[in-house]
């Protein structure tokens, strides 16, 4: 028998948080859910009247918070409250590659994970189901439950509180950013790892909800918080592996989008995951991959790790390989020209920048003098000032925001687009080419603009993975 769950509280209100647990509070309207954070800002920002607000953009995300908010779905600072009156709390906070220390560059940084866990211990009360979304190496669950052991333990001689008591689940959260509310409402599984059937049946009873019971897939702890790694470092694999071949497509006349099709079509390879591009962003795949390699380094497996490591390899070498081409094809300097840069986000229908392959390409090309033009729908100048180090300025080897591709274009002797955003399909290339200096380049990375109509505006065209 497992007792239903009636309240829920969430730390961590970012990307993965708060989307996740809009959904689950629209879909379940008797269960009370709190969305806790100690940014203050972001939970005001998630408590904004105005739903264009919300610190994450996603599509349709508005609508279910709008549905949700003030029902069943709080968004709230009082951490410590939200989690006593809790019977579930999910650990949803950040989880970055550590910086220094043993494993920096590589190890994640496990601190944000072991303070919630440890404000859990000293909050609960009665039993709680403590569910890890957040990635985590493996056997982090055994951290978690130490810490909770512990608060199980700690209770001074005639204490007559009700006893504590934890169960610890894993249940990694697979949603891509961008279509964060449709791979919520209809995901191909939900995983759930734990040792305690109760704990399991507890939380697929609230997915059940509204996921077929088949879609439900329950392993042990270690099978779950393996498999989060495993299916990033695949994903992330195949964007390496076209990338690959899209440089040998460029050097041979082969066009990779002909191979992507012709090896898709193998019902063994599939067909997603096979767009070459400037390679992968997100907050995932590297943080991941490399957690992985730290993981097989520590178990001895020295060939593992150097096999998942030069995923990463090849994705900073395909950036790098974009910026120095952009130089090469503009007669080897791009001191003082103006290059718009079209698309900042790491992705489409994002405003997440986070390892975004913009970042290092503008870096490179500010580094060799080149002034951009920024141009993107959801990112903020602040963001991109913080992403590249340094304020915008109009001088050589600086950068400026534009509110426009057209405006951006003035002057250019370069448009580079970084990011698939729909617009970028839909360009006039005849408007733009007038506004740029001759001879004048697009630099297609996502191979989304209309190539043909950009040659025949007299521009001069290199597409991602064309021969
Ligand atoms: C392969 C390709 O499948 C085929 O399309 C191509 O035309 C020729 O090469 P084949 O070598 O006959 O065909 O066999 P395949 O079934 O692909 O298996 C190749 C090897 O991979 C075998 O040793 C098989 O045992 C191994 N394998 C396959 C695995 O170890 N695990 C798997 O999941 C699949
Ligand atoms: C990823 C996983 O898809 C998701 O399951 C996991 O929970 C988190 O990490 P996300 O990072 O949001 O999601 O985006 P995703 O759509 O996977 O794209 C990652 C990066 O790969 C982006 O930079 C994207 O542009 C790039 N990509 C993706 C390609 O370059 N080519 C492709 O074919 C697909
Ligand atoms: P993700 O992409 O995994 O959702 P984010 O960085 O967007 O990651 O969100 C994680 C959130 O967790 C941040 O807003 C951060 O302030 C919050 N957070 C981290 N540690 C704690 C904690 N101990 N208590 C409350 N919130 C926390």
Not at 62 to 72: E, F, L, M, S
Not at 236 to 251: D, K, M, P, V, Y
Not at 324 to 338: D, E, M, N, P
Not at 390 to 406: K, N, R, Y
Request: proline share 4%; glycine share 10%; aromatic share 6%.
């Amino acid at each position: 028998a497992h007792p239903p769950i009636r309240t829920i509280c969430c730390i961590g209100a970012g990307y993965v948080g708060g989307p996740t647990m809009a959904v689950i509070a629209d879909r379940c309207p008797g269960i009370q859910v709190t969305v806790v954070d100690l940014n203050a800002e972001r939970i005001a920002a998630w408590n904004d009247p105005d739903l264009g607000r919300l610190p994450v953009y996603e599509p349709g995300l508005d609508a279910v918070v709008g549905r949700a908010r003030g029902r069943n779905l709080h968004f709230s600072t009082e951490v410590d409250a939200a989690i006593a009156a809790a019977d579930m709390v999910f650990l949803s906070v950040n989880t970055p590659t550590k910086t220094k220390g043993v494993g920096a560059g590589q190890a994640s940084d496990l601190r944000w994970i072991e303070a919630s866990a440890r404000q859990v211990a000293a909050s609960a009360r009665g039993h709680t189901i403590v569910v890890e979304k957040s990635t985590l190496p493996v056997r982090t669950a055994e951290t978690v439950k130490a810490i909770l052991g512990a608060a199980q333990q700690n209770r001074p001689e005639g204490d007559r509180r009700q006893a504590k008591t934890f169960a610890v689940l894993s249940n990694p959260e697979f949603l891509a950013e961008g279509t964060a509310i449709a791979d919520l409402e209809a995901p191909d599984r939900v995983l759930i790892g734990g040792e305690d059937p109760a704990a399991i049946e507890s939380l697929a009873g609230i997915y059940g909800t509204w996921v077929p019971q088949d879609r439900i897939l329950r392993t042990n702890l270690w099978s779950s918080e393996l498999s989060k790694l495993t299916a990033n470092a695949y994903l992330a694999q195949r964007i390496s592996s076209i990338n690959s071949i899209a440089a040998l497509c460029e050097a041979t006349g082969a066009d990779v989008r002909e191979v992507g099709r012709a090896i898709g079509t193998d019902s063994r390879i599939g067909s997603k995951f096979l767009q070459a591009g400037p390679g992968f962003g997100g907050s995932c795949f590297q943080k991941d991959i490399l957690n992985l390699v730290y993981l097989c380094r520590h178990y001895g497996l020295e060939e593992v790790a150097g096999y998942w490591e030069q995923v990463v390899t090849l994705n900073t070498w395909q950036q790098d390989r974009i910026a120095r081409l952009v130089v090469q094809r503009l007669f080897g300097t791009v001191t003082g020209k103006r290059l718009a840069v079209l698309g900042f986000a790491f992705k489409a229908d994002t405003n997440d920048t986070r390892e975004a392959p913009a970042i290092r390409i503008c870096q490179d090309l500010i580094e060799e003098g080149a002034r951009l033009v920024i141009v993107d729908p959801k990112v903020s100048a602040a963001q991109i000032a913080e992403d590249l180090g340094q304020p915008s300025s109009p001088a050589d080897g600086g950068w400026q925001t534009a509110g426009s591709p057209l405006e951006a274009a003035s002057g250019a002797d370069a448009i580079l687009i970084l990011t698939e955003w729909r617009d970028y399909a839909r360009l006039d290339w005849g408007a733009i080419a007038a506004q740029m200096r001759r001879p004048a380049w697009l630099f297609d990375a996502r191979a989304i603009a209309d190539a043909a109509a950009a040659r025949a505006a007299g521009l001069n065209v290199w597409r991602v993975g064309e021969g």
